[in-house]
């Protein structure tokens, strides 16, 4: 039996999969299998896999389309080897991925979660930065920390982990809508069994688009927002340590997720907003500060980018103007 499976859930994966799954395959390392979950793929996907004809690969087809909460939570059904990473279809995983991890492991058995240093590319694949450097050893709560203080970058590629945990915790919360903070939650549960390790070296490219802010819906974004608090409170009751990380760090998670929910509610039209708005979202976020912190004082607004925000937010014609200004300036406005 193989140590590692790599598993690739995919729908019409176009030429990303094709990178993505090539650099699967040329492991240095050859102890894993590659499974891959496809979503009834119309765009020649699957029929590109099996043409690849590689004992290492196993495919479970869906019978039906799926949502993607639904085919990322097929994980849990499938046959795996000990430790499983997880891997979206336009990234890729530099030849030494699994010697990295495979160092880890070895040194640190005892940890529940693994993962490498790695680099951002954009959709053509040039490289945009690193990503922020990480210790080799974190705590739980020492990961909870980074994460509220945003002293970290968090990504759903390049994390390893045992299967058997993985099922122990129900996989990736499928409840989050479009998974949207799903992986976070799942991290933190890992981690709150031991501790993560991260090697120094550069595993892999996660790559990010120019419309990655604009994929998933306003109000999917903002329930799946909500049920990480709501998750995080949870957390606090569990365990009296992360209950004082929580309160000491959650308004720094509150705000810097403010001012980029904020921007997308920015460059929505009213009409597809379903009755959200910037101020009505505001509202909501400090009802998020007394819950986790008991601060009933939080005040967003004392954030320029955010009280710029919803001044255009309020009036229609600032609206649309912005709205003008978004097809031909790309880059978010509120940093």
């Known amino acids: 039996?193989?140590?590692f499976s790599i598993i690739l859930p995919v729908r019409n994966g176009g030429e990303y999969v094709k990178e993505c799954v090539k650099s699967i395959l040329s492991q240095k390392l050859n102890n894993f299998n590659l499974l891959v979950l496809d979503n009834c793929s119309t765009d020649g996907t699957?029929?590109?896999?099996?043409s690849l004809n590689d004992e290492r690969i196993i495919i479970y087809p869906s019978t039906a389309p799926l949502s993607i909460e639904e085919n990322w939570g097929r994980i849990v059904t499938i046959q795996k080897n000990e430790y499983i990473t997880l891997i979206g279809?336009?990234?890729i995983l530099k030849p030494d991925y699994l010697n990295l991890m495979n160092d880890l492991i070895n040194k640190f058995p005892d940890a529940t979660l693994y993962q490498s240093h790695f680099a951002y590319i954009n959709s053509k694949g040039k490289n945009i930065r690193s990503c922020k450097p990480m210790n080799e050893v974190e705590t739980g709560t020492e990961f909870l920390r980074s994460i509220l203080q945003n002293n970290i970058d968090i990504v759903?590629?390049?994390f390893m982990m045992?299967?058997?945990?993985?099922?122990?915790?129900g996989g990736i919360p499928i409840t989050y809508p479009n998974l949207l903070f799903a992986d976070f939650e799942l991290w933190l549960n890992l981690t709150t069994k031991n501790y993560k390790v991260t090697s120094p070296a550069e595993g892999f490219y996660f790559r990010l688009h120019q419309s990655a802010t604009t994929v998933s819906s306003d109000i999917k974004m903002q329930h799946a927002f909500e049920k990480f608090i709501f998750y995080l409170e949870n957390l606090k009751k569990r365990n009296s340590s992360y209950n004082t990380i929580i309160k000491s760090n959650a308004d720094t998670f509150?705000?810097?997720?403010?001012?980029?929910?904020?921007?997308?509610?920015?460059?929505t039209p009213v009409e597809k907003r379903k009755n959200?708005?910037?101020?009505?979202?505001?509202?909501?976020?400090?009802k998020y500060s007394a819950l986790l912190t008991g601060n009933k004082n939080f005040n967003p607004l004392a954030e320029p980018t955010i009280l710029l925000a919803k001044l255009i937010d309020s009036n229609t014609l600032t609206r649309k103007l912005f709205l003008s200004f978004k097809k031909i300036y790309k880059n978010?406005?509120?940093k």
């Open 332 to 334: 978010p406005l509120l």
């Open 89 to 91: 279809h336009d990234d």
């Open 46 to 50: 699957l029929q590109w896999i099996k």
């Open 156 to 158: 759903g590629t390049g």
């Open 162 to 169: 045992r299967s058997k945990e993985y099922d122990e915790l």
């Open 1 to 3: 039996m193989k140590k």
């Open 276 to 286: 959200l708005s910037v101020k009505i979202f505001l509202k909501q976020c400090k």
């Open 254 to 267: 509150i705000l810097n997720s403010c001012k980029g929910l904020c921007h997308r509610l920015l460059r």
